[in-house]
């Protein structure tokens, strides 16, 4: 049996970034939590941590850390559900970590779950990553479900498809006008000698626009990196670049600077999936229902063929 102080010790550590920050918020010294966090590992055999400048954990340790947060989800759901129990002023809220990307999330995903969050006093810790790597969170044990482009299930995971992510290529009018000939047709060569506007260096969304509509791979262009939403958007409308933004986002843009299409028409198509625990809480199935209702509202249909991002 494993050891609830010892477990509890290690997803502190892991969840604070150090064990200064983990005595503080478990209210022990510094060598209590230490003491825990060696016993622990010396019980199963195995390091569970990876000491450095950053900590993180091993393959074990990233076991425990989902295997941690499952029980304190069902433990949580368990204690709600007992007739008469009482929970201590500010203890009834059940808190749910998930990984999703920065477009989702804005877009479809906490509008289609704000209304269940509310009702089930559900707090949300969300890790922002893009969708080819926040399945990441889910293996570490960070999270308990990922919107991500990754159809195969992860051990102990399901994958549900979700839908269609389509995002449009857009400029200020002036910037477009600077990518076409004199007979109005678009050149890629003039295009790439402009800056993208990218959301950070993960975002490979220009490179499948370039390949797909033009055959252009690996090309070099001048890039902005902003990765905040806002931002991003900022500099599209002050004419710094050229990006690639989702349909709902250009929907919903009454009042603000003009964005056209680089190339009306052409879209580069992001295939989502929801992986989540294959075994999972009460608190966090009804998430995943929201997450899966707000996508079939919010999201292009998935063709039947469809497999991972079609890039």
Request: with cysteine.
């Given at each position: 049996m494993?050891?609830?102080?010892?477990?509890?010790?290690?997803?502190?550590?892991?969840?604070?970034?150090?064990?200064?920050?983990?005595?503080?918020?478990?209210?022990?010294?510094?060598?209590?939590?230490?003491?825990?966090?060696?016993?622990?590992?010396?019980?199963?055999?195995?390091?569970?941590?990876?000491?450095?400048?950053?900590?993180?954990?091993?393959?074990?340790?990233?076991?425990?850390?989902?295997?941690?947060?499952?029980?304190?989800?069902?433990?949580?759901?368990?204690?709600?559900?007992?007739?008469?129990?009482?929970?201590?002023?500010?203890?009834?809220?059940?808190?749910l970590?998930?990984?999703?990307?920065?477009?989702?999330?804005?877009?479809?995903?906490?509008?289609?779950?704000?209304?269940?969050?509310?009702?089930?006093?559900?707090?949300?810790?969300?890790?922002?990553?893009?969708?080819?790597?926040?399945?990441?969170?889910?293996?570490?044990?960070?999270?308990?479900?990922?919107?991500?482009?990754?159809?195969?299930?992860?051990?102990?995971?399901?994958?549900?498809p979700?839908?269609?992510?389509?995002?449009?290529?857009?400029?200020?009018?002036?910037?477009?006008?600077?990518?076409?000939?004199?007979?109005?047709?678009?050149?890629?060569?003039?295009?790439?000698?402009?800056?993208?506007?990218?959301?950070?260096?993960?975002?490979?969304?220009?490179?499948?626009?370039?390949?797909?509509?033009?055959?252009?791979?690996?090309?070099?262009?001048?890039?902005?990196?902003?990765p905040?939403?806002?931002?991003?958007?900022?500099?599209?409308?002050l004419?710094?670049?050229?990006g690639?933004?989702?349909?709902?986002?250009?929907?919903?843009?009454?009042?603000?600077?003009e964005?056209?299409?680089?190339?009306?028409?052409?879209?580069?198509?992001?295939?989502?999936?929801?992986?989540?625990?294959?075994?999972?809480?009460?608190?966090?199935?009804?998430?995943?229902?929201?997450?899966?209702?707000a996508?079939?509202?919010?999201?292009?249909?998935?063709?039947?063929?469809?497999?991972?991002?079609?890039?």
């Open positions: 494993l050891d609830a102080r010892q477990l509890e010790a290690l997803v502190a550590v892991l969840e604070q970034g150090s064990f200064g920050a983990a005595a503080e918020q478990l209210h022990l010294t510094l060598a209590a939590v230490s003491l825990r966090v060696k016993a622990l590992e010396e019980s199963l055999g195995q390091r569970l941590l990876v000491r450095g400048k950053r900590l993180r954990a091993t393959a074990a340790g990233q076991a425990l850390l989902a295997h941690a947060r499952q029980l304190q989800l069902m433990e949580a759901d368990l204690l709600a559900s007992l007739p008469g129990h009482a929970p201590a002023a500010g203890r009834d809220w059940q808190r970590s998930v990984a999703v990307n920065a477009d989702s999330v804005a877009a479809w995903f906490l509008p289609g779950v704000a209304p269940l969050l509310r009702q089930q006093r559900l707090l949300l810790d969300i890790v922002i990553d893009d969708q080819d790597h926040t399945h990441d969170a889910l293996k570490n044990g960070e999270v308990s479900g990922c919107v991500t482009t990754l159809a195969q299930p992860m051990r102990g995971c399901v994958a549900e979700l839908g269609v992510m389509r995002y449009r290529c857009v400029a200020l009018p002036a910037l477009v006008q600077q990518c076409r000939t004199v007979r109005g047709a678009v050149s890629p060569h003039r295009l790439i000698a402009l800056p993208a506007v990218i959301f950070n260096r993960k975002d490979a969304l220009q490179d499948a626009f370039l390949e797909r509509h033009f055959g252009l791979r690996q090309a070099g262009y001048p890039r902005h990196f902003l905040a939403t806002d931002a991003f958007m900022a500099a599209l409308e004419g710094l670049g050229w690639m933004v989702p349909e709902q986002e250009l929907a919903q843009r009454a009042g603000r600077p964005l056209v299409e680089l190339l009306p028409g052409a879209t580069v198509d992001v295939t989502l999936y929801w992986q989540h625990w294959l075994r999972e809480p009460p608190s966090a199935q009804r998430l995943t229902q929201a997450v899966k209702q996508a079939s509202e919010q999201l292009v249909p998935m063709p039947a063929s469809a497999g991972q991002r079609d890039e």
